[in-house]
C-alpha cells in the first residue's frame, strides 16, 4: 500500500502547480473492499468471511442511521451527514435561460480536527 | 430539525446486535476498520467501500489570505484533506426525500417581460381593452357556429356589424376579426373544392371506361384506320398506280370470295400502309439523326430545390422522359444531367410533335435511348 520510496520531502511547492495531480493520480493504488477487509482481518485476528459480515452491517447501521437524520461520528476520523441543500435558480450563461433547481440532499463527510491535524504530517507529493 | 450525533460507542452497539457478536469484536472491527481506513489515507492510497463509498485524500494549495484581525497578509500553507466520495446508491438513498423533484425550466422570462411592458403601456388604450372583451365575445359566438354548422355566413356578417359600431378601435376589430375570420374560411373552402373534384374524377373515369369499352367491343379501332387508310388510298393510287401491281401472297380466302374490286382495293390498302409506316418511320429516322437545334422555347425556369429535369419535362410535355430534350437545350449550363442545381436557369425548348409524340412507341423509344447515352455520359 504505502509506498515511501515516492515520496520527496524536499519538492514541496508553494506556489500552484497543477500538473502534480495528474501525476499523483498515476501513483494513487486504490485500496478496494477486498483489501480492506483484508487488512482488518489480518489486525484483529478474525476471519475475513466474519470481518466482511461486520462491514456490511457497519455500513447498513450506518445508513439508517443517516436516513433517520442523525449524525454518525467515528471519534479521531470524521462525521457523516445527510445534508439539505436548498432549492436555487440557475441561470444559463449562454441562453440566459432560467432554471429552478429543487432542494435535495447529499452525503457529507466533515473530517476530524485530529485527523486534520494528522494529515498536517505528510508532506506533499510531486 | 435537530439531529442527534451518534458516537462510535452506539454504533459498536447496534453494531453487535446486528451482527450477532460480541461487543468487544464489534469494538476491535470498528477500531480497526477506522484506523485501517487512516492508514491508508496516510500512505496517500484511497479507499473504496463497496455500497459506500470512496475516501481520498485531496491536496489544498497553498493560498495567501489576510488575518481578519490585524489585516496583515499571511500564508496558509498547503495541507492534504480527507474527502468522501458516496457511490451512486449512497447518493440515491441521501436523495430520497427529493427524488420526484426534477429542475424546472423558467424560460418564459423572455415572454413574461414584454407582457409586463405592454401593462405598463396600457393605460392608454383602455379601448384596446374593451374590444379584446369584444373579440372574445366573437370568437364564442364563431364557437357556437361551428357547432352548429349552419346558417355561418349571416352570423358572421352580424358580428362584423357588431364590431364596426365601435369606430374607435375600428381598425384593431378588423386586424382581430382578420384573424378570427380567415382560418374558418381556409377551411371551409377547400373542402368544398374537394368535394367538386372528386365528383368530376369520379364522372371522367366513369366516362372514360365506358368509351373505352366501346371502343373494344365495336372494334372502333379499326374501322377507323381502315377508314383513313382507305380514303388516303385513294388519293395515293392517283399518285403511285405502280401499288396496284404488287400483290400480298397471303390474302384471305373471304377476300378472294368478294367482288374483285374490293379485293384489289382492300390489298393494295395493307400494301399501301405498310409502305406509309415505312416511310414515316424513315422520316422519324431522319429527324432523329438530325441534330437539334432549339431556336424557339416555350418558357424559361429556375431550377429550385428538390426539382428534377424529368419532373421539369412532365410538366411541359406531360412526359418525363423527354427531359432529354431540356438537356440537349441546357448542355452548356449542365457538366451532367444528374447535377441539377437551384439557381439554374433553364430554357424549356419547343419540341418537333413527330419527334415528342408520346403515343408513338418510338418517340418514347428513342427518349430512352437519349437518356441511357446521356447518364452513360
Known amino acids: 500500500m504505502g509506498d515511501n520510496g515516492l515520496r520527496s520531502p524536499d519538492s514541496r511547492p508553494v506556489t500552484g502547480d497543477r500538473t502534480h495531480f495528474s501525476k499523483i493520480s498515476l501513483i494513487i493504488i486504490t485500496m478496494k473492499h477486498k483489501g480492506l477487509v483484508a487488512a482488518v482481518a489480518s489486525k484483529t485476528n478474525q476471519p475475513e468471511n466474519e470481518i466482511e459480515n461486520m462491514l456490511q ?68 507529493h510531486e | ?144 357556429i361551428n357547432a352548429l354548422n349552419d346558417n355561418v355566413e349571416p352570423e358572421i356578417k352580424e358580428s362584423k356589424k357588431n364590431e364596426n359600431q365601435d369606430t374607435t378601435v375600428k381598425n384593431v376589430n378588423n386586424s382581430h376579426s382578420k384573424e378570427d375570420f380567415q382560418p374558418e374560411k381556409l377551411r371551409r373552402f377547400p373542402s368544398y373544392k374537394r368535394n367538386n373534384n372528386n365528383d368530376f374524377l369520379f364522372i371522367g373515369i366513369m366516362l372514360g371506361g365506358l368509351l373505352i369499352y366501346l371502343l373494344i367491343d365495336f372494334d372502333v379501332f379499326s374501322i377507323l384506320t381502315k377508314y383513313l387508310d382507305s380514303h388516303r388510298f385513294r388519293q395515293e393510287v392517283v399518285r403511285y398506280p405502280e401499288n396496284q401491281f404488287v400483290l400480298p401472297d397471303n390474302i384471305p380466302v373471304d377476300t378472294l370470295l368478294s367482288d374483285t374490286s374490293l379485293l384489289e382495293a382492300d390489298s393494295v390498302l395493307q400494301q399501301d400502309t405498310v409502305v406509309l409506316q415505312k416511310q414515316e418511320q424513315d422520316e422519324l429516322q431522319l429527324l432523329f439523326d438530325q441534330p437539334r437545334v432549339y431556336k424557339e422555347f416555350i ?47 433553364l430554357r424549356i425548348p419547343k419540341l418537333n410533335p413527330k419527334i415528342a409524340d408520346k403515343n408513338n412507341p418510338r418517340c418514347m423509344e428513342y427518349a430512352l435511348k437519349l437518356h441511357d447515352l446521356y447518364l452513360e455520359r
Open chain 2, 1 to 144: 430539525m435537530s439531529k442527534e450525533k451518534i458516537n462510535a460507542a452506539e454504533i459498536v452497539e447496534l453494531l453487535a446486535q446486528h451482527a450477532a457478536v460480541s461487543k468487544k469484536s464489534a469494538d476491535d472491527f470498528l477500531k480497526a476498520f477506522i484506523t485501517t481506513i487512516e492508514e491508508t489515507l496516510m500512505s496517500n492510497d484511497s479507499v473504496k467501500i463497496n455500497g459506500l463509498g470512496t475516501f481520498k485524500l485531496q491536496w489544498n494549495e497553498a493560498r495567501k489570505s489576510v488575518d481578519v484581525n490585524t489585516g496583515a497578509e499571511i500564508v496558509i500553507d498547503g495541507y492534504y484533506k480527507v474527502v468522501f466520495t458516496p457511490d451512486a446508491a449512497l447518493k440515491e438513498l441521501a436523495n430520497e426525500p427529493y427524488e420526484h423533484l426534477q429542475p424546472v425550466l423558467l424560460d418564459e422570462v423572455e415572454t413574461a417581460e414584454p407582457a409586463t411592458s405592454d401593462e405598463i403601456t396600457e393605460p392608454d388604450q383602455t379601448p384596446l381593452k374593451h374590444f379584446n372583451e369584444q373579440a372574445d365575445e366573437i370568437k364564442d359566438i364563431l364557437s357556437e
Open chain 2, 299 to 345: 418558357a424559361t425556369e429556375e431550377v429550385i430545390p428538390g426539382s428534377r429535369l424529368t419532373r421539369i419535362a412532365e410538366r411541359h410535355y406531360g412526359v418525363k422522359e423527354f427531359w432529354v430534350y431540356i438537356y440537349e437545350a441546357n448542355q452548356d449550363q449542365f457538366y451532367s444531367p444528374d447535377e441539377i442545381e437551384p439557381g439554374m436557369v
Open chain 1, 57 to 124: 452491517a457497519t455500513i447498513d447501521i450506518l445508513k439508517s442511521q443517516l436516513v433517520d437524520g442523525n449524525i454518525v461520528n467515528f471519534q479521531g476520523f470524521g462525521s457523516f451527514e445527510f445534508k439539505r441543500k436548498e432549492e436555487r435558480l440557475s441561470v444559463h450563461p449562454a441562453t440566459k435561460i432560467r432554471t429552478l433547481i429543487p432542494p435535495k440532499q447529499v452525503m457529507n463527510f466533515r473530517q476530524s480536527a485530529t485527523l486534520k491535524v494528522k494529515l498536517k504530517e505528510i508532506p506533499h
